[in-house]
């Protein structure tokens, strides 16, 4: 009996949590009501009173619930990550795909950069989590990344740092102004985004064909 009203309660802590996510990404923290909330949610005003005892608190459960799940598909995406440089143009563009897919162009992704455009100034203790967790982990796991093919010979980086960011940045670049909109991009925008970024990024950091070709077999072996 413990059991059932235990998953009871949490999957009416979900429905709370979906509900509040709702109504605060349409209206904003200032703008939501617990009565709309409770009312997308189907439950009393009480009921989330119950749980979250206030409006704010509500709202920071809402953030990490979020952050969680974009986290939890951040890290997903980068163990995806090309190894080899084989065919490093397409590995990289997959890569750049999935990234814009399914971290900036998904419903959280969306909804934490319009939380962080419209609530950001006035509450930003709630999202230094979400820096660091997200885009700082990102970089980090990113640059590290880099390193690895170019400690094969596929790139040629001095500061990884610097390159895992603008990686990111030119990935972006093309369905940045779609996002900002609420659009989503096709299935072909987006590959041809990453396509752009990743030609662009290999121009910058790509080991020149003929200086492989130059070197001896078992350095060209490795990066190939």
Request: proline share 3%.
């Amino acid at each position: 009996m413990g059991g059932h009203t235990q998953r009871g309660q949490c999957a009416k802590r979900m429905s709370i949590l979906d509900a509040a996510a709702d109504v605060f990404c349409r209206q904003g923290f200032a703008g939501a009501s617990i009565d709309e909330i409770a009312a997308v949610a189907c439950v009393s005003r009480q009921t989330i009173y119950n749980h979250y005892r206030e409006k704010e608190t509500l709202f920071v459960a809402v953030v990490e619930d979020v952050m969680n799940r974009a986290n939890a598909m951040l890290f997903s995406v980068l163990s995806s990550f090309p190894e080899k440089s084989d065919d490093l143009e397409d590995g990289l563009t997959a890569f750049a795909v999935r990234l814009n897919k399914n971290c900036i162009c998904n419903h959280d992704g969306k909804f934490l950069r319009k939380l962080v455009q419209t609530e950001g100034e006035r509450y930003p203790h709630l999202f230094e989590s979400w820096r660091q967790q997200g885009p700082g982990k990102l970089t980090n796991a990113l640059s590290a990344l880099l390193a690895r093919l170019t400690h094969k010979g596929a790139l040629v980086i001095d500061d990884f740092d610097i390159a895992a960011r603008q990686f990111v940045a030119l990935a972006n670049a093309d369905v940045q102004m779609m996002t900002l909109f609420g659009e989503t991009p096709s299935d072909e925008e987006l590959d041809k985004a990453a396509r752009n970024a990743v030609r662009t990024f290999l121009k910058a950091y790509g080991r020149p064909a003929a200086d492989i070709a130059g070197r001896p077999p078992e350095l060209a072996a490795i990066a190939g």
